[in-house]
């Protein structure tokens, strides 16, 4: 008997593990139900939207959310990816496993928002907008600009948007290191000629090893130095006419005085290779004069922001930073939602007078006090007794970017020097020719990106190459005639149809 | 004629196997787990491949996706960059696999020398450390090394070279990737070796130095034969990711300059991925990858099974 | 024993060598402990090798460990290594058992599909949806169960497996043993060196996934540790590889009010990589020379 149960104990051995195998362990934690209508017409959404912060785990925790379920009756049951927001995005699109509310990455529908209506996934807001939400149809209404940048080229409203009326000056440039300025008896530079006088002084009479340093590639589309040619590094506009920067005429102008400053040593011999870091580090040893931004204290008290440049004294520059009405942070209502017209007032309630003041700047007496008739943040925002930073509190005791009617002002961290920077980059800037926020179509974003990565791929490489004189620059006819043939005209074609579309919205 | 030969030889292995079954049930039920696992968690889902023939829209799901036959490939294939993108690929790999593929078994065999063992339990784990730390520390401190102010232009320096950025050379983007490889994974890839040393019975050492021969020979007659099964099929392993390599450390330490050089196939998809987040397109680019590097895996199997007596099947 | 010249001299320079490159292997964990205690506007001025802190503060670990989040993380963790290695170590050994079986007759085409499964699989779409069709989404059990075995470690085992001389086992049939029992009381014994290996693989594996966690799960009180401070190394990233950086992060930075942010970053790696250094040298005891076979005659 024993040894018939010995040689049985293997194959028991061997089922329990193979059961193990389906049972799994622990199973913590139910899915809770979205769109529950419980007692009292309380109603549950559940909301898909990034969030990290140091301080809170999940917006449920933020004061503006819980006063906002106060105040309306509907509770949200946040659901933040943890990881790649987008492919989550996609992830929970292919399993069909949809929140009530998805905001930031809505717009990566795969075909676009259009198709997301199409295909019945979103809903299409127009007609709710029209009945349930005043606040924001006025917003909407308030410029034909900002009509354009909150519906699609097929008219479909297809989301709540994050809305500045304000045009908010631009947030970065290039500053200068003011007191070498005033030792050596220079004005703050307004024209490339005037930056190259200081360059060369700062390399010749202070000594400074790198008299300028670059920037991250991600902010070459603001144009810091090439828009001063009336060009921009990629696509733009004159006239409603669209042009693609490196094969225009004043392409060539513009790496003639970049490739004769680098050869002057007038900009980092590695700005190409230098990362943040490798920058912070030349900025804080007193290497560098004009520069982009600095975390040193020191070397911030006495930098101020340089205009954005141009080729002619008193000149406005026609490209640079653009900042759109519409910040983004889009939120779409999905049709898994029961109540759409519910969530729209819901969303209607971010445009209000009470609810702008409730998500710029939070809760009066706790986040903001009201002086002279304008708020002002406490010091739990500005000097946090637990050491946060202010953006950190920006996203507890308020949002700091969402689908409300933002105000860019409010940002506990803002100080006078910060405005007065943005004053300084804003002062020679009218950005007519960068483009407008336009959408591909699906079939032709997927033709475009094929032309385009080969492109972008050949003109940074090029670009970078005529700079540091390793191509001389006759070979420059050469280069766009190679561009050409990437079939750069089949994707400013494309460009085109799209700002056509734009501006027919 | 030639079918019923086929069909009697597939019966007769399928009564061999149920005869082997009833005999031996235990191993068979052993394997069943095994089995069920690769079946449920590799092959059921691996319906997916065919993405990378189809236009993939999450919303209409993977089977009812529109066919575009070989339009990815057909892209891949037509950029201007295709045969760069190739050969940097290829040269990576290969400098990895001459200089990164010895490099733990030397290290290994040096260690296992040192007589002191407290020295060699320690020298052992630090080794391994690099491993762990994160790639963009480690690209970090690369960055610095390699700078014109950095340690590596201090030692050209000193033996009468300029000072240059490294990372601006693309000629030596390729050698500083794979000596960073070798210097972050080398202690972790002795393990196994050392591992494979420690199985060695003490009695062949004994043996030999009876028979007169020094550490050398006995390194080259003992150790090396008996680590030589692991190193055979690590090697052959190591082919089946001939192709494979990485965008995250290459993102991290090059630049326009050095495409020449440092762009490979998975960076250049990444950067396309990043414009137009097209699915089917990354995953055809991976589909030619897995096949390249099966190939190559099951020819590297083949030369394995002619020269020496270990292979995989 | 006696031993030449030649031997002392390769001896010394072994030692040394090991020296050398030990302190190489060094120094990126090295600088990064340094970093963390270090305050960092002092550290971004400092040029060429970092061989002490600059400055000192413990205000990057107080923000760390501040994160609610940390400690359950850790269990979480700790859980999944244990637990998750222990059901890896079953099945690859169960695996690499009938895989090294000589005689086997489906040793060979179980190979070849298990090999295929390393090149070709489906990518990420439908495994996603596989694993919420089994009802195990936001469950620990799809951190465990889909990652069950890893080819490749399960190749190494087998190939060590094979390396058994045949005597061993062929004495323990004669006594009657199954395979199982031949599995556990030969076979297994024997090999400590790649079974230490192996766990030290799985264990390592589980220490720093976060991937799986970030997908399948959405209830923080389950989340492993590598995504908790993932998501605390992005919150504060400030020198961004991505090219699209958080315009937030560089207001920050403009208004100079978060100076602790990249300190956060190198506190955060030294909290999740010190552990894992201690496990090695538990693992270390199994690789001593001679620990397999005595000496089997005849």
């Known amino acids: 008997m024993y040894v018939k149960f010995k040689r049985m104990l293997p194959a028991i ?23 529950t209508n419980t007692e009292d017409e309380k109603i549950t959404i559940t909301y898909f939207v990034q969030f990290s912060s140091n301080v809170i785990q999940s917006l449920e925790e933020n004061e503006v959310y819980k006063e906002l379920e106060k105040r309306t009756n509907i509770h949200v049951d946040f659901l933040h990816p943890s990881g790649d927001t987008n ?11 949809l929140p009530d509310v998805i905001e930031l990455v809505a717009d990566r529908y795969p075909g676009g928002p259009d198709k997301a209506i199409a295909d019945g996934v979103y809903y299409r807001l127009n007609e709710m907008i029209d009945k349930y939400a005043p606040n924001y149809k006025k917003v909407r209404e308030s410029s034909p600009e900002i009509q354009r940048q909150t519906i699609t080229d097929d008219g479909n409203i297809w989301a709540f948007a994050s809305i500045q009326t304000d045009y908010e000056e631009p947030w970065t440039g290039l500053q200068i290191r003011k007191d070498w300025l005033d030792e050596l008896g220079l004005p703050i530079p307004t024209t490339i000629d005037e930056l190259y006088i200081a360059l060369t002084a700062f390399k010749n009479q202070k000594g400074a090893e790198v008299p300028m340093t670059w920037w991250d590639s991600w902010q070459d589309k603001f144009g810091f130095l090439i828009g001063a040619w009336d060009i921009g590094p990629e696509f733009f506009k004159v006239d409603e006419k669209v042009k693609y920067g490196p094969i225009e005429p004043a392409y060539k102008d513009y790496l003639i005085t970049m490739n004769k400053w680098y050869k002057e040593g007038l900009i980092d011999p590695e700005f190409f290779s230098r990362n943040g870091d490798g920058r912070a580090t030349l900025i804080a040893n007193n290497e560098v004069g004009v520069f982009n931004s600095t975390s040193d204290k020191a070397v911030a008290a006495v930098s101020r922001a340089m205009p954005y440049v141009t080729l002619v004294k008193g000149d406005t520059r026609r490209y640079g930073l653009k900042n759109f009405f519409n910040k983004g942070n889009e939120a779409a209502i999905t049709t898994k939602c029961k109540y759409p017209e519910e969530v729209v007032k819901w969303f209607d309630y971010h445009y209000s007078d009470e609810g702008f003041m409730l998500f710029n700047y939070g809760i009066e007496g706790v986040s903001y006090t009201m002086q002279d008739g304008k708020p002002v943040f406490t010091d739990l925002m500005l000097n946090n007794p637990d050491g946060y930073s202010p953006s950190d509190m920006s996203w507890v005791y ?11 002002r409010a940002f506990p961290g803002i100080d006078d020097a910060y405005l007065e920077r943005s004053h300084v980059w804003g002062s020679t800037m009218d950005p007519i020719y960068n483009m407008p926020p336009i959408t591909l179509k699906a079939e032709e974003g997927t033709e475009f990106s094929t032309i385009m990565s080969e492109v972008k791929t050949y003109v940074d490489e090029m670009t970078t190459k005529f700079i540091i004189g390793e191509v001389p620059l006759e070979n420059y006819p050469q280069f766009v005639e190679n561009i050409k043939k990437m079939g750069i005209d089949r994707a400013i074609d494309l460009q085109q149809q799209a700002l056509d579309r734009y501006n027919n919205r | 004629m030639a079918k019923e030969m086929i069909t009697q030889k597939n019966k007769s292995f399928l009564k061999k196997l149920a005869k ?27 319906y997916g491949v065919i993405i990378a023939f189809k236009q993939y829209s999450p919303a209409l799901g993977v089977l009812k996706s529109p066919w575009v036959g070989f339009k990815h490939f057909k892209d891949f294939f037509g950029s201007v960059y295709i045969w760069r993108l190739l050969r940097n690929t290829v040269n990576i790999t290969l400098n990895e696999l001459i200089w990164g593929f010895p490099a733990p078994v030397i290290l290994a065999l040096l260690i296992n020398e040192l007589r002191n063992q407290r020295y060699k339990k320690v020298v052992q784990t630090i080794s391994y450390i690099p491993h762990f730390i994160s790639l963009v520390v480690i690209c970090g401190i690369i960055r610095q090394f390699c700078g014109s102010g950095g340690i590596i232009n201090d030692i050209i320096e000193f033996f009468g070279g300029t000072r240059q950025d490294l990372l601006a050379k693309p000629e030596w983007f390729v050698p500083v990737y794979v000596a960073s490889g070798i210097w972050q994974g080398v202690g972790f890839g002795t393990i196994i070796y050392l591992a494979a040393l420690s199985g060695i019975s003490q009695e062949l050492y004994d043996a030999a130095y009876i028979d007169g021969a020094g550490r050398w020979k006995q390194t080259l007659h003992i150790t090396i034969p008996g680590i030589m099964p692991t190193i055979i099929i690590l090697l052959i392993l190591r082919m089946g990711s001939m192709l494979s390599v990485g965008y995250e450390k290459i993102l991290l330490l090059y630049n326009r300059v050095t495409y020449e050089t440092a762009d490979v196939i998975s960076t250049f998809v990444y950067r396309k991925g990043l414009m137009d987040a097209n699915y089917s397109y990354s995953t055809a680019v991976g589909l030619f990858n897995s096949v390249v590097n099966f190939a190559l895996l099951i020819l590297a199997n083949k030369l394995s099974k002619k020269f020496s007596d270990t292979s995989l099947w | 024993m006696k031993r030449s010249l030649s031997e002392r001299a390769f001896d010394i320079f072994n030692v040394l060598l090991m020296l050398i490159l030990s302190f190489m292997f060094l120094y990126p964990f090295l600088y990064v402990v340094f970093a963390s205690f270090s305050n960092p506007e002092l550290l971004v001025k400092h040029k060429g090798l970092l061989l002490l802190p600059e400055g000192f503060t413990l205000q990057g670990y107080t923000f760390v460990f501040r994160n609610p989040n940390i400690y359950s993380g850790y269990l979480n963790t700790i859980y999944y290594v244990v637990v998750g290695t222990l059901y890896n170590m079953v099945m690859t050994c169960l695996g690499a058992y009938v895989l090294s079986r000589k005689d086997w007759l489906l040793k060979t085409p179980m190979m070849v599909m298990i090999t295929f499964t390393m090149f070709f699989s489906g990518g990420l779409i439908p495994s996603f949806i596989l694993v919420k069709n089994l009802g195990m989404m936001n469950t620990r059990a799809a951190l465990i169960i889909p990652g069950a075995i890893s080819t490749y470690n399960m190749i190494i085992m087998r190939t060590s497996f094979m390396q058994i001389p045949s005597g061993l086992e062929e004495s323990a049939k004669l006594d009657g043993a199954n395979d199982l029992q031949i599995l556990w009381h030969v076979v297994l014994p024997v090999s400590k060196a790649v079974l230490a290996v192996i766990t030290l693989f799985y264990a390592v594996g589980h220490w720093n996934s976060w991937f799986n966690a970030s997908i399948y799960l959405r209830k923080r009180e389950l989340f492993p540790l590598q995504l908790i401070l993932r998501e605390i190394l992005i919150e504060n990233n400030t020198s961004a590889m991505l090219d699209n950086a958080s315009a937030q992060t560089l207001q920050d930075l403009a208004t100079n009010k978060a100076w602790y942010k990249e300190l956060v970053q190198y506190s955060t790696i030294v909290v999740s990589t010190v552990p894992i250094l201690f496990i090695y040298p538990f693992v270390q005891k199994y690789f001593v020379k001679g620990v397999m076979i005595g000496s089997i005659k005849g």
């Not at chain 2, 079954?21 to 590799?42: D, E, G, R, T």
Request: aromatic share 16%.
């Open chain 1, 398 to 408: 308020k949002v700091h970017v969402g689908p409300y009617l933002r105000d860019w």
């Open chain 2, 20 to 46: 082997d079954i009833k005999k031996n049930y235990v191993v068979y039920l052993m394997a069943l787990p095994v089995i069920a696992f690769y079946i449920i968690f590799h092959y059921v889902p691996m």
């Open chain 1, 87 to 97: 492919q989550a995005f996609q992830l929970l699109i292919a399993s069909n496993d």
């Open chain 1, 13 to 35: 051995l061997i089922v329990s593990i193979f059961a193990g195998l389906f049972t799994g362990c622990t199973r913590s934690g139910k899915e809770k139900e979205t769109g």
